[in-house]
Every structure is written in structure tokens, then in C-alpha cells.
């Protein structure tokens, strides 16, 4: 018994052994997605562009690495449910520059460049490379391009071939071929972008990005944050939906970027650089979403507008705590191609008797009727203040807004609903170029400075709506107060 135990344990210490051995040659066996990359991936089933907008150092580009195995090689997970393909592909894998996709892309794929035996040391195997990487010019060890054995259900069908390039190349090295796949691993410039959107449209190819936005609203992330379409799609990956990273580690890198990176470096969401209007942080303005029948009725209550003239509509809900001299933005609506009507009922949704601050373009008068843009408004049942939004000496300076604004952020006294994402994407984009402020994707930030700079004609009471039409006859009170609220 002692001979065959013995016997047992060495057998199965060299199935152990041999199988860490089999591991190290497969090193795609051992990647486990995090949540937020195994949506990504799924995304792919439905989407020919998708962006992966990630902090540093948090998984985006092993994600990009990983997807490129599988199509390379057709061995896909058995729980994949992303786009896959059931023949050889012909792939592009593109970065900034040669060095850097030599010591990113090319490291993660085939191994470290420029040390010997190293190949099938990153996820692609050894075993399933035909014949040598092809070496590029200007850069030792670069690879040009590489061959991959393809299978379909388990059947090898055919070779699969990867081309690295880069961005500082050009546009026209980007020209011509056909493809199947794109991955850009960095944000690439948009005549890139959009070459590289050619080269899959004549198959049932698929493109996709991982990078930090570091170069803030730029064209190409504007592409995918403002240009609806149900075959593209992004998502926005964090410190928070790294599972591995203990709270310790998180703080630690926090730590080490300055504060205005952090959105983007931390968060993944598109950095605006020192030309960024409000230097606080996202989360440092956050509070957790209020029922509006749980908004206590002593807050004053206002809404500011924008009224979208050549741009959205837009309408944000503050509730002033004169307590605490704190501002909650409550709700806000933002909308485009529509009229007064739908933005009135969207309004009345959730405050219906709440009074409405309007800019000073709203006393500009339509040809058809003759009446003020406000009195379009307040036909529509809304409670428009009797004039335009100012400050109490008269002024509507926007500097001197942004400025209340800026100076409420903080030292905590304006905070935001963590549920109005839409608000959240403007204010993570509202810069300034050459000084100016970009009067661009603004309008709920204009309509939250309209509401702070007017906030003294924010009256209590309670939130809610009326029926579509109604009209009251008199004010809503609220419960035990004696004066007229809406005395404006």
C-alpha cells in the first residue's frame, strides 16, 4: 500500500506539474474578465464600434489584448457571448507610436519584445504562430505583422493575420486594406478614426478602443458621448470596478495624481486639463438621489432653464436648503427638437408649481404671435418669474455665476443627485479654450447657473404635478404657511 500511495502521489505531482507547464504555454487560460470588461466584451454581439474609457493601469488594454486572442485564433470561451467569427480574420492592432505598440500591444499578444524564447509568453500560444513574426523597420525588435492558426469548433480552418501600425505614421498608412477587425489601444486623431471606420465597412467587421481620455471632449470621443446610434456604444470603467484592488491600494494611487487628472486617470472619464471650468471632482459634489415626495417642503424650490435656441433644451431643479445655504440640483431635462409644450409637460412631471428662472433671451419675440419666448413658456402652465434671471444688483454676468458655482463645489454647498448622469457628462466636459468659456454640450450647466444666480426667487412647498393642461386658479401653499409663495 505505502509502494502504490507512493506511486500515486509522484503520478499525480507530474500531472501537476505538466499542467503548470501546459498553463505557462496558454497563458489565456488564465485571464478571468473583471464585470466590467465582460461587458465589453458582450457588447461586441450587437455593436460594430465600441470604446472602453478607462483610468490608468485598471485593465482596458489586457481587455483590448484578450478579445484579439480569441478572434485571432477562434478559441473562444465557452460562456462567450460577444462577437465572434467563424473564419480567419485579418486584424489590425494600432497604437501611438511604433515603440509604444512594441512595448504594449505586442507585449500583451506574443511576449517581451527583444528577449529570446519569449514568444508564447504574452496570451497568444507558441504552438498556434505560423512561422516568424515579420519585423518592422526603425524599431528593434517591433514586430510588422504576425500569422495566428484560425479554428472553427475546434477545426483548424485556416491562418489569421495581425498588423501592428501606429498613429504617428499618418493617415494614409491607413488607407486601402479590408479588414475584419480594429483594435486602437490610445485614443487615435479622427481623420485616423474615421480612415480606420472604411477598412471594416465592406465586411461584417467590428472596431474597438481602449484608452484614457486624456485629451478631454475631443472629436472622437464626442462620436461616441453624443452621436446616438444602436451600433456603437462606450463604457466608462473605474478604480471601483477593479474586484482585486483593495482600498488601501486604491487610495495610494489616488494619491499620486494631482486632482485634476483624477477624473480621467482614476475614473476614465475625458480630461479637460487645466482649461476645465470647475476643479473639483465628480465624486466630492455627489449625494445620493431624493424622492421628490421626500424633499422636505421647506426648501426653497426653483427651476432655471436654457432655452435651447440652436441647441437643447434644458431645464434643471434646485432645492435651496437656507438652513445649511446648501443647493441640491434635484432633476433636470434635456431635450432636443421639441417645443415648449413637451419641455412644459416634462417639467410639470416633477414640479409642476415651482418657479421657473429664464435667461435674457427669452424676451425675444416670435414672428408668429409677437408674444416673448417666456410667454410661450408660461401659456404652457409653467410658473415663469416675471423677469429675466440676475443677480440681486441687476447683473447676469456668466463668470460671476460660474463663480458662485465653483466657489459652492467647494466647500460642499451645492451638491448634485447622483442619478442625473446627464448632467454629470456636461460638467465632466465644460472647459474653456484660449480662455473663452466652449459653448459647447453646456446647456444644463447654463440652466444650474440660471437657478443659483436667481435662487432668491426659490420659494417651499411641496413637489409634484398637475394633470396635462390644468391650470390652478390660485398658488399652492404649502401646509401652515400664511403668505403667498409664488409672490414673485
Not at 509502494?3 to 505531482?13: C, F, S, W
Not at 473564419?87 to 492592432?93: E, G, Y
Not at 437657478?451 to 394633470?467: D, E, N, Q, T, Y
Amino acid at each position: 500500500m505505502a509502494g502504490g500511495a507512493v506511486k500515486q502521489a509522484l503520478e499525480a505531482r507530474a500531472l501537476v506539474d505538466k499542467l503548470e507547464k501546459l498553463k505557462a504555454r496558454r497563458k489565456i487560460w488564465t485571464f478571468v474578465p473583471y464585470p466590467k470588461q465582460q461587458e465589453f466584451f458582450d457588447l461586441g454581439f450587437t455593436l460594430i464600434e465600441r470604446l472602453l474609457m478607462a483610468g490608468n493601469q485598471i485593465g482596458k488594454t489586457e481587455a483590448g489584448a484578450v478579445e484579439m486572442v480569441y478572434h485571432l485564433t477562434g478559441e473562444y470561451p465557452p460562456d462567450w457571448l460577444g462577437k465572434t467569427f467563424n473564419h480567419p480574420v485579418k486584424a489590425w492592432a494600432c497604437g501611438e507610436s511604433s515603440t509604444v505598440v512594441m512595448d504594449v500591444q505586442q507585449k500583451k499578444l506574443c511576449g517581451e519584445p527583444n528577449v529570446d524564447g519569449s514568444i508564447g509568453s504574452g496570451y497568444i500560444p507558441a504552438e498556434l504562430y505560423v512561422g516568424q513574426p515579420a519585423l518592422a523597420r526603425g524599431v528593434t525588435g517591433a514586430y510588422a505583422s504576425i500569422a495566428v492558426k484560425h479554428f472553427t469548433k475546434g477545426r483548424e480552418d485556416g491562418v489569421s493575420i495581425l498588423k501592428f501600425k501606429s498613429y504617428e505614421q499618418g493617415r494614409t498608412k491607413f488607407q486601402a486594406e479590408t479588414l475584419d477587425i480594429i483594435w486602437l489601444d490610445e485614443e487615435p486623431s479622427e481623420d485616423i478614426y474615421f480612415e480606420c471606420l472604411q477598412r471594416i465597412a465592406a465586411t461584417n467587421g467590428i472596431i474597438y478602443m481602449t484608452f484614457t481620455p486624456l485629451r478631454g471632449p475631443s472629436r472622437v470621443v464626442l462620436h461616441y458621448m453624443n452621436e446616438p446610434n444602436p451600433q456603437r456604444g462606450f463604457l466608462v470603467m473605474t478604480l471601483d470596478d477593479v474586484p482585486t484592488l483593495t482600498k488601501e491600494e486604491r487610495d495610494k494611487r489616488i494619491a499620486r495624481i494631482p486632482a485634476w487628472q483624477r477624473d480621467a486617470r482614476i475614473m476614465g472619464k475625458p480630461l479637460l486639463g487645466e482649461g476645465a471650468i470647475f476643479q473639483v471632482s465628480e465624486a466630492s459634489i455627489t449625494e445620493p438621489a431624493i424622492r421628490p415626495d421626500e424633499v422636505p417642503p421647506h426648501w426653497a424650490k426653483l427651476w432655471g432653464i436654457d432655452f435651447g435656441i440652436g441647441h437643447p433644451f434644458a431645464a434643471v431643479l434646485i432645492a435651496w436648503d437656507r438652513d445649511t445655504d446648501v443647493i441640491h440640483v434635484l432633476h433636470c431635462v434635456r431635450v432636443s427638437d421639441q417645443m415648449p409644450l413637451q419641455h412644459a409637460v416634462a417639467m410639470r412631471a416633477t414640479g409642476a408649481a415651482v418657479p421657473v428662472a429664464w435667461p435674457h433671451d427669452g424676451t425675444a419675440r416670435e414672428k408668429s404671435t409677437g408674444g416673448t419666448l417666456a410667454d410661450a413658456y408660461k401659456a404652457q402652465g409653467l410658473r415663469m418669474c416675471a423677469q429675466h434671471a440676475s443677480f440681486p444688483d441687476g447683473s447676469n454676468s456668466t463668470e460671476a455665476g460660474i463663480l458662485e458655482m465653483q466657489e459652492r463645489m467647494q466647500t460642499g454647498r451645492l451638491r448634485v443627485a447622483a442619478h442625473l448622469r446627464d448632467w454629470f457628462e456636461e460638467f465632466s466636459m465644460y472647459h474653456r479654450k484660449d480662455g473663452s468659456i466652449v459653448k459647447s454640450h453646456d446647456d444644463l450647466m447654463s440652466a444650474t447657473r440660471i437657478a443659483v444666480m436667481a435662487k432668491r426667487f426659490a420659494r417651499p412647498g411641496a413637489l409634484g404635478s398637475l394633470a396635462p393642461g390644468s391650470h390652478r386658479k390660485g398658488p399652492l401653499i404649502a401646509k401652515d404657511l400664511d403668505f403667498n409663495v409664488f409672490d414673485i
